[in-house]
């Protein structure tokens, strides 16, 4: 109930005592956020007044400035954004110790080097988490969107990278490894390619212009995982019935799997 309750407080005050106002008698709360980039205004019409259409607010300033707006001690918006920026690094340091120990496991120690030692492979993890760190704020800098958006892209391309080879892995005995492989790395592949295609102009650090097309039936680029999903399933489907059968260990993992109890097999 809260999140509504920013919103509309936040409208009112910018309907009742901001729009009408002229420009240089704005409030500070507008100067001071407008040096960071999160407020713009500009004097179109140039009468000297702020009308609604010469307002542009960034949606991740309301809760950063209500306390602020509402006259409130400073010492209120630090604890606000105090918070907002543990429940920031909360989520980030969880992703960013499984995305980091993932490739360090399951991808350099189970598929490349078997043989690493446990202090060679917590090395590479780190190094690894440093590295993701690093290519996650240089692509946040460039702002790409707002939060909501960036979120609802990351959920978009995890569940079609994911949401078809976990169901169809578990549930459905005719899928290979193959298969799951293809729909992920097509589920992948179609999200990405969605989001690229309708929210970019074009990527001038690899050269390309010209991307921007209309949405699919009407779907904004947050909802690319419908299409994502989808062409991962498909994909996951058209493999395994191309390709050979599982292995009977493999059956009785994914029985006990689904039955809740262990698997007989030590190696599983």
Not at 109 to 123: D, G, I, K, N
Not at 201 to 227: N, V, Y
Request: glycine fraction near 8%; aromatic fraction near 10%; proline fraction near 4%.
């Amino acid at each position: 109930m809260t999140a509504p309750a920013y919103a509309v407080f936040v409208k009112h005050e910018v309907l009742t005592h901001l729009v009408g106002i002229p420009i240089a008698d704005l409030p500070g709360w507008v100067v001071a956020w407008g040096r960071v980039g999160l407020v713009s205004y500009e004097d179109i019409n140039r009468d000297g007044i702020l009308q609604l259409a010469e307002l542009t607010l960034n949606p991740d300033v309301i809760v950063l400035a209500t306390p602020e707006i509402a006259g409130m001690p400073y010492v209120v918006s630090g604890l606000v954004a105090a918070g907002g920026l543990a429940a920031a690094l909360s989520a980030a340091d969880a992703l960013l110790l499984t995305l980091s120990n993932s490739l360090s496991h399951d991808a350099y120690y189970r598929v490349f080097r078997p043989a690493t030692s446990t202090q060679l492979r917590l090395v590479i993890s780190k190094l690894l988490l440093l590295i993701i760190a690093v290519l996650a704020a240089a692509v946040a800098s460039q702002k790409p969107g707002t939060i909501l958006s960036m979120v609802a892209w990351a959920f978009s391309i995890a569940g079609s990278a994911f949401f078809p080879a976990l169901v169809l892995g578990i549930f459905w005995r005719r899928a290979t490894r193959a298969g799951a492989l293809a729909g992920m790395i097509v589920g992948l592949s179609v999200a990405v390619y969605y989001i690229l295609r309708i929210e970019f102009e074009g990527l001038t650090w690899l050269g390309m212009s010209g991307l921007r097309m209309q949405p699919w039936f009407q779907i904004k680029s947050t909802a690319a995982g419908i299409f994502g999903v989808a062409a991962g399933f498909a994909a996951i489907v058209t493999v395994s019935l191309c390709t050979k059968t599982p292995e009977k260990e493999v059956e009785h993992f994914l029985d006990a799997i689904r039955r809740g109890s262990p698997a007989k097999d030590s190696r599983w």
